[in-house]
C-alpha cells in the first residue's frame, strides 16, 4: 500500500509511522533512508518542521519548542522492523544529545 508523507506538527509530541520499509533490507531501510530519517527525528526534537516532508496545511506552523519523537517501523511482513528501529536510534543517538 502507499500511504502519503504528511508531517504536520499538531501535538507537543511527534507519532511517526514509518511504512515503507522493506523486510529485504536488513535494516529495513537503506542507509540513506535511515540517515534522513534520523535527520528529521532531530529536527522534529528540537520542535522545528522538518523541510523535506508534505504537509497537509503548510501555512500553518507549530510553534517552535523541544518535542518527544516516538517513530514506529511498520512493515508487512515487520521481520526487519527492529532492526530498523535499532539502526534509526543508533544514528540519532550519534553526536550531541538531543534536546
Known amino acids: 500500500a502507499k500511504y502519503p508523507d504528511i508531517a504536520d506538527i499538531t501535538a507537543d509530541f511527534v507519532y511517526a509511522r514509518l511504512q515503507t520499509g522493506s523486510d529485504d ?6 542507509p540513506k533512508g535511515l540517515d534522513e530519517w534520523a535527520a528529521r527525528v532531530k529536527t522534529w526534537a528540537q520542535g522545528k518542521q522538518p523541510a523535506d516532508l508534505r504537509r497537509a496545511d503548510p501555512a500553518t506552523d507549530a510553534p517552535v519548542k523541544p518535542r518527544d519523537v516516538f ?9 526487519r522492523a527492529p532492526f530498523g528501529a535499532m539502526a534509526l536510534m543508533k544514528r540519532v543517538d550519534q553526536g550531541q544529545p538531543v534536546p
Open 25 to 30: 533490507n536488513p535494516d529495513c531501510y537503506t
Open 71 to 79: 517513530v514506529y517501523f511498520i512493515t508487512e511482513g515487520k521481520v
